[in-house]
């Protein structure tokens, strides 16, 4: 490690990163949740030097873009992603991703096992749906704690048949 400076002593860019809260791995890919920046970073291959820029990002309409959004193709202080194969047969995958402000889990669904269908920034990745909110996707978060909504969710997880969510509110 060169520097222990939020961005590198720097700016938001493809490389560097902005209170990294959640970390997954598939073994070959490496999907990070860059708080601050408003964006999932995305190595489609482990890694090997410091300061390599990632190939792919969700959340963000540049590389150097780090404000919060409602929007189906923004988010709002993501803190967690994971990745599941959900459809072997077809090599679909789907990311999932908490966000504590927005009080939600942003799904994205139908990625292809080599994720072509994601594309760099400028990103036109929309989420399919979100869990844990009664807004529509694209409104203000409703951040609330009832049986349907969460609060401040921190991680969540699945297999694919279950959904474990840590709600914080």
Request: hydrophobic share 35%; with cysteine.
């Amino acid at each position: 490690f060169t520097s222990g400076e939020v961005m590198q002593g720097g700016t938001t860019l493809q490389g560097t990163l902005n209170y990294p809260r959640g970390v997954f791995t598939d073994g070959t890919r490496v999907f990070v949740a860059d708080a601050s920046s408003n964006r999932v970073l995305i190595w489609t291959s482990w890694p090997t030097s410091n300061g390599q820029n990632p190939n792919l990002a969700l959340g963000q309409s540049a590389w150097t873009g780090a404000g919060a959004a409602n929007a189906a193709t923004g988010f709002n202080v993501p803190t967690d992603v994971d990745f599941l194969n959900y459809d072997v047969g077809n090599g679909l995958y789907r990311i999932l991703v908490t966000e504590s402000t927005g009080c939600r889990i942003r799904v994205f669904n139908g990625l292809t096992v080599t994720l072509p269908s994601l594309s760099p920034p400028p990103s036109s990745n929309s989420a399919s749906y979100d869990i844990g909110t009664s807004a529509a996707i694209g409104a203000a978060p409703v951040c609330s704690t009832t049986q349907a909504t969460l609060n401040a969710p921190r991680a969540a997880w699945t297999d694919g048949t279950y959904l474990v969510v840590a709600d914080t509110g």
